[in-house]
């Protein structure tokens, strides 16, 4: 299967849930749960791409299977075919988790969020030359440069994250 460049651009973060000890029942349950959101709001997803772990089987499959959500199982031995969700995960330990504390459960959920936010729309992520483009541009929208005296900066997580924005 292949993609193109514009389908990864729209890609985002969506964690589910924390837990120490993800059972069958958890997975399905958030996978349930995350289908009838998507419903909800009208996201519309064509592939879920899914590893081989006993605890995700058939049960997740069957909860997607209403949605038309097409599964793709990743490869045995094929680290490259889940390439952007490793990625997006090491990012999550290098820019976030490896860099605070973390007092427990309530304060990762927060944390996490937060990195989510910021990963999924606080951020330029083609950078663009600080055209400051996001996922809720118009396609077709002509972005212009801004002047790096208009550019605003916003720090998030005590100072840990960066959001840069052109000032009004």
């Not at 959500?69 to 889940?82: K, S």
Request: proline fraction near 5%; aromatic fraction near 6%; hydrophobic fraction near 35%.
């Amino acid at each position: 299967m292949s993609h193109s460049s514009s389908t990864i651009k729209t890609r985002r973060a969506h964690p589910l849930g924390i837990t120490q000890h993800p059972t069958e029942d958890w997975v399905v349950q958030l996978a349930r749960s995350l289908a009838g959101d998507l419903e909800e709001t009208g996201n519309r997803f064509r592939y879920l791409i899914r590893d081989r772990d006993a605890k995700v089987g058939a049960a997740l499959d069957a909860a997607f299977a209403p949605t038309g959500i097409e599964i793709v199982l990743t490869a045995p031995q094929a680290p490259r075919m889940n390439a952007f969700a490793e990625r997006w995960i090491g990012s999550v330990y290098r820019e976030c988790t490896d860099r605070i504390l973390i007092t427990g459960e309530r304060h990762l959920r927060h944390v996490l969020d937060v990195y989510v936010a910021h990963h999924n729309a606080g951020r330029s992520h083609q950078g663009d030359e600080m055209l400051l483009r996001t996922h809720e541009d118009e396609p077709n929208m002509i972005p212009f440069s801004a002047p790096i005296d208009r550019i605003r900066r916003r720090q998030r997580l005590d100072r840990l994250l960066n959001e840069y924005r052109p000032a009004a």
